[in-house]
């Protein structure tokens, strides 16, 4: 069966960078034009995570300079007028903070990213203590591993496990990422297992499968992106 995934823990930034409660505007900003970032953790005194503050989080106050919204701004974006004035990350910053622990899959922190809508996740131990940061960056990281890495997994724990008796006779090749599968099987209903197994190995783009019953040919050209 193909590897255990990759995990978060695997492709988090570490030590990450984060501020206090204290931290000022300014120091904010500062922090997140250093080191390139869209968003900072807050953290206690005792490392915990207790918010998050973000460029959005910021931008009211650049909204808001220098005009004075109507009685209807006021009440409808009264969250938005209070980080206008706020000063420190505590009065600016959005909480609960959306964190991940670093045992979680890749897939899953990408899909809590893309429900929260957050571009970067907070990555934290058992007791709410920063470890890291995970940022959609990060999570692309995996495409990027070695074609040869890819194929030699996909011979090992794909083909070897699915068509012992065959595995010599099936080629396996990876361009960019796409995995090519070619070459006769006894038992023409494992290729689609066959298929769905490579496309669940870190790295794969896509399937490109032309592998044919032994005896019958069967089997076709298949492509799954």
Known sequence: MPDAPHIV???????AVAVGRDARFRRIVRVMAEHGVSAVPVVSGGGKVVGVVS????????EFRGCEPTRFERIRRRSDLAKAAGTTAAELM?????????DVTLAQAARL??????????????????RGVVSRGDLLKVFLRPDEDIEEEVRRTVVSYLFPAFS???????????????????????????????????????????LRGEETGTGGTRTAQ
């Open 94 to 102: 959005s909480m609960p903070a959306v964190t991940v622990h670093p």
């Open 9 to 15: 823990g695997d492709v988090m930034t570490s030590p």
């Open 168 to 210: 010599h006779a099936i080629h396996v090749s990876v361009r960019n990422g796409i995995v090519g599968l070619r070459g006769p099987v006894h038992d023409v209903s494992l290729i689609w297992v066959a298929e769905r197994l490579v496309r669940a190995v870190e790295g794969v783009v896509g399937v490109e499968s032309r």
């Open 113 to 130: 990213m893309a429900v929260q809508h957050v571009k970067r996740l907070p990555v934290v131990d058992d007791e709410d203590r920063l």
């Open 55 to 62: 460029e959005a989080d910021l931008l009211p106050r650049e």
